[in-house]
């Protein structure tokens, strides 16, 4: 059983930047591709970011690609999102997963319970 806990989330004026932490428990995390996804009220789970088990391949949505940044430790289990130039758009609940990888969500079979990031305009 894998367990994945996201921290970081908070409230943050346009422009500014977050990093999302997101701890995984278990044996299984350098070998399986991890991502970030978010979903904000009445929209469809997007996805934001993937790296793959060496940290030698990443993927981001277009939406975020040039200000997001995914980042992993295998050593301590983590995997990071740093977020800059930040948008009142990207005001979503952010949720890490562990999967196939790729940028569909029913690729990820274990998942957080999100953290919250609000961007204020």
């Known amino acids: 059983q894998v367990t994945l806990v996201e921290s970081g989330g908070g409230l943050v004026q346009a422009g500014g930047s977050l990093r999302l932490s997101c701890a995984a428990s278990?044996?299984?995390?350098?070998?399986?591709?991890m991502g970030w996804f978010r979903q904000a009220p009445g929209k469809e789970r997007e996805f934001v970011a993937a790296?793959?088990?060496?940290?030698?391949?990443?993927s981001y949505g277009d939406s975020v690609r040039g200000r997001f940044t995914i980042s992993r430790d295998n050593a301590k289990n983590t995997v990071y999102l740093q977020m800059n130039s930040l948008k009142p758009e990207d005001t979503a609940v952010y949720y890490c997963?562990?999967?196939?990888?790729?940028?569909?969500?029913?690729?990820?079979?274990?998942w957080g319970q999100g953290t919250q990031v609000t961007v204020s305009s």
């Open positions: 997963a562990q999967g196939l990888g790729g940028s569909y969500y029913g690729s990820y079979k274990y």
């Open positions: 278990g044996r299984t995390f350098s070998s399986n591709v």
């Open positions: 790296i793959s088990r060496s940290s030698g391949s990443t």
